[in-house]
């Protein structure tokens, strides 16, 4: 059982920049990925990689613009965020057990951290 914990997220304006952190133990041992959700929609695929941090994977709105990272001495994953706009305004997730965009690819989640871009 991998227990996922998200920080770092809250309100930033957009332009701006924000660090997401997600932490678990055995982390290491897994691909890693960041979705996120709005109310009323489904979990979308943001960020993924690979459990030796070699490759990465984005969706198209978020490339040149996030990158995701991970430290498995600290068994840590992170989303760096820049040049935020208000349509990244959701919940992010952290999820670990696939690099896939289908979140039923996933085994093991965190509970999300709000990231809110005011205009």
């Known amino acids: 059982q991998v227990q996922l914990v998200e920080s770092g997220g809250g309100l930033v304006q957009a332009g701006g920049s924000l660090r997401l952190s997600c932490a678990g133990s055995?982390?290491?041992?897994?691909?890693m990925g960041w979705f996120r959700q709005d109310p009323g929609k489904g979990r979308e695929f943001v960020a993924a990689?690979?459990?030796?941090?070699?490759?990465?994977y984005y969706t198209d709105s978020v490339k040149g613009r996030f990158a995701i990272s991970r430290d498995n001495a600290k068994n840590t994953l992170y989303l760096q965020m820049n040049s935020l706009k208000p349509e990244d305004t959701a919940v992010y997730y952290c999820a670990a057990g696939s690099v896939d965009s289908d979140p039923r690819t996933y085994d093991y989640w965190g509970k999300g951290t709000l990231v809110t871009v005011s205009s």
């Open positions: 055995g982390l290491s041992a897994y691909h």
């Open positions: 990689i690979t459990w030796s941090g070699r490759s990465t």
